[in-house]
């Protein structure tokens, strides 16, 4: 896949979250990060996110020390930050926070619940000063809760804090102390004479319980890096379009929207058998108050045949398996009089409006990405039974011979 060079004034996209092809993906509790610049004090390069509107914020960011200086502003950096892989569920960036110091920061979702990272320090002259790096969370809870602090769990420094039912807890490999700055944080052990690289690797989760998130963020913390980054690319690479243009911005957004297309894929946990799509996935969704789901936001409670036909338009070819998938589910939930569901819901509830009249249209898109066209014989029927379904009686309901939508979501006005 293409290594970009991207900085702070192109196209970004800066979301991640578990991607349901590599991983587990948990609809009912799904953790959306995103790396922000721009906002929370210090001004840093943070990982953050809401736990679905379960805390005010969560952020984690590196604090750079040699001396009396003291770094977190990409800003203030010797040289800029610059973004060089993105994937749905991974994003490295690279660069010199002092003179003469390489820094290399990679930040990858796992599964829902959980984020890890990897931090690759070169310090080609230690004789400037000693480099201090120390790893900052800080935890603000939406009601009752606790700031993120530094605990010994397991005979292991960690940071924790609680927040909505969650126990977020930060678990560092290799070893480290309590930070020496004036926010809550671990100090890597950084070799103050070593000129080759030196690597840690960082993972938090969030559970229900503090041992249940301290075990899983350990374990995530040992988890190969080189075998599951090489995975998560190989699956990139098989999927997403590499598109080259005379304009840079347009490479790095039409890579972005692929980025984004293929992020929005998750398992259902009941109404249909196959994997389905939300229309976004952003820090402050995953995680609905009732627990069947039927409380999600518009944006997971319902997608609609148009929603999945625009999809294609972004994901094709590298996304047929899974386009082909959403429309054996929307076939799947035809009724007696050939109308479909116009959405698919996370809950399961059904929409008792016909679906858009695109998917005769998506099923040509499919169709010359598959050799095998067994899965194309029952469609015929299917579809012509659903086309003359809009020309009943109760979508027809002046006798003019023309359609009506009975539901201005049927025209996607939501």
């Known amino acids: 896949m293409r290594t970009w060079n991207l900085n702070t004034r192109d196209p970004l996209n800066l979301v991640i979250s578990a991607d349901a092809n590599l991983s587990s993906v948990e609809p009912l509790d799904d953790h959306t990060w995103e790396i922000n610049l721009e906002q929370g004090e210090p001004r840093a390069l943070a990982i953050r996110s809401r736990f679905g509107m379960r805390a005010v914020e969560m952020r984690y960011f590196p604090l750079f020390l040699r001396g009396h200086e003291q770094l977190s502003d990409p800003a203030s950096f010797f040289s800029p930050l610059i973004l060089k892989r993105s994937f749905p569920n991974y994003l490295e960036f690279t660069s010199s926070p002092f003179e003469d110091v390489e820094v290399s920061l990679e930040y990858w979702v796992p599964e829902s619940r959980v984020v890890a990272g990897r931090i690759t320090l070169v310090n080609h002259d230690p004789a400037r000063g000693k480099l201090d790096v120390d790893w900052i969370g800080q935890l603000t809870p939406l009601a009752e809760g606790a700031n993120m602090v530094v605990e010994t769990v397991s005979m292991n420094q960690v940071l924790a804090g609680r927040c909505g039912g969650l126990y977020p807890v930060c678990f560092i490999s290799g070893g480290c102390r309590e930070g020496t700055s004036a926010y809550p944080g671990l100090a890597l052990e950084v070799h103050p004479r070593k000129t080759n690289p030196q690597v840690f690797t960082w993972a938090s989760a969030a559970f229900e319980g503090m041992e249940e998130s301290f075990n899983a963020a350990r374990n995530a913390s040992f988890r190969n890096w080189e075998a599951e980054i090489s995975r998560v690319e190989i699956t990139a690479e098989s999927r997403m379009l590499e598109i080259q243009t005379a304009n840079a911005d347009w490479d790095a957004a039409l890579h972005a929207s692929q980025k984004t297309g293929f992020s929005l894929f998750m398992p259902s946990p009941k109404a249909v058998e196959k ?6 996935r952003n820090i402050g969704d995953g995680f609905p108050d009732r627990r069947d789901v039927s409380d999600h936001p518009p944006d997971w409670g319902g997608q609609s045949a148009l929603d999945a036909w625009y999809l294609s338009t972004l994901l094709l070819p590298g996304g047929a398996e899974p ?92």
């Open 275 to 280: 994997q389905t799509f939300v229309r976004a």
């Open 323 to 414: 386009l082909r998938d959403i429309q054996l589910n929307f076939l799947s939930t035809q009724h007696r009089s050939g109308q479909m569901d116009w959405s698919l819901s996370l809950g399961g509830a059904h929409a008792r409006v016909n679906a858009q009249p695109v998917l005769a249209q998506l099923t040509l898109r499919l169709a010359p990405y598959f050799t095998d066209r067994k899965w194309l014989r029952p469609l015929l029927p299917q579809l012509t039974r659903f086309f003359l379904s809009w020309f009943l009686p109760d979508c027809d309901r002046d006798q003019d011979g023309f359609p009506e939508w009975r539901s201005s979501g049927q025209s996607n006005c939501r």
